[in-house]
C-alpha cells in the first residue's frame, strides 16, 4: 500500500460512495463541481493506494446457509504480531482481522458454510498459521445494520 493522504475532496468521495456505491464519477462530478476527469483520475488514485475499494455488500440476515463469527485469538509472541496478522487476513473464510486490545491479539470476523464451517475453520485454516496461542469463537445470532462480502 502506497502512502496516500485523504484530502476534503477525497473524503467527499469516499462519502458519496458509502451513500450509493453504483453512483457514476460522473454524478460525483456534478455533485462536487469538478470534472468528470478529475473524479476518475482521484478514484484510480485511491483505489490503487490499496485504501479504498469499491465493492457490494449483502445484508448478513440474506444468508440462509451461512454464518458469522467472531474469532478472538491469541498469539504466543507479541513481535509477530503484524506477520500474523497479515496471515490470517488472507485466510478464505476471514472478512476481515483486527489487532485489538485487552485480553486477545486479534479479532476475526468469519463467514463460514454451517457451525461445522466453524471447526473447519479452526481446524484445516487457523492452524495453519504459526504462532497461534489460543482462540475462543463467539457465534453471531443476530446482527442489525451489518453488511458482509459475499465471497
Known amino acids: 500500500m502506497s502512502k496516500y493522504t485523504f484530502d476534503e475532496t477525497d473524503w467527499k468521495i469516499v462519502d458519496l460512495l458509502a451513500q450509493d ?8 462530478a456534478q455533485e462536487l463541481g469538478l470534472a468528470e476527469a478529475t473524479i476518475r483520475n482521484r478514484l484510480n488514485r485511491l483505489t490503487a493506494s ?7 455488500l449483502i445484508n448478513q440476515d440474506a444468508f440462509e446457509d451461512k454464518v458469522v463469527a467472531f474469532v478472538s485469538i491469541v498469539i504466543k509472541e507479541a513481535k509477530n504480531l503484524d506477520a500474523v ?6 485466510l478464505p473464510s476471514v472478512q476481515n ?3 485489538v486490545s485487552g485480553g486477545y491479539d486479534f ?10 464451517g466453524i471447526i473447519q475453520f479452526l481446524q484445516d485454516e487457523l492452524s495453519t498459521i504459526e504462532g497461534i496461542g ?4 463467539h457465534l453471531i445470532l443476530k446482527s442489525y445494520n451489518k453488511w458482509v462480502s459475499p465471497s
Open 85 to 90: 496478522g497479515q496471515q490470517i487476513a488472507k
Open 134 to 137: 489460543k482462540s475462543e469463537t
Open 107 to 116: 479479532l476475526a470476523e468469519i463467514l463460514v458454510s454451517s457451525n461445522k
Open 97 to 99: 482481522v483486527s489487532i
Open 50 to 56: 490499496g485504501k479504498l475499494k469499491v465493492s457490494g
Open 21 to 28: 456505491g453504483r453512483i457514476t464519477a460522473k454524478a460525483i
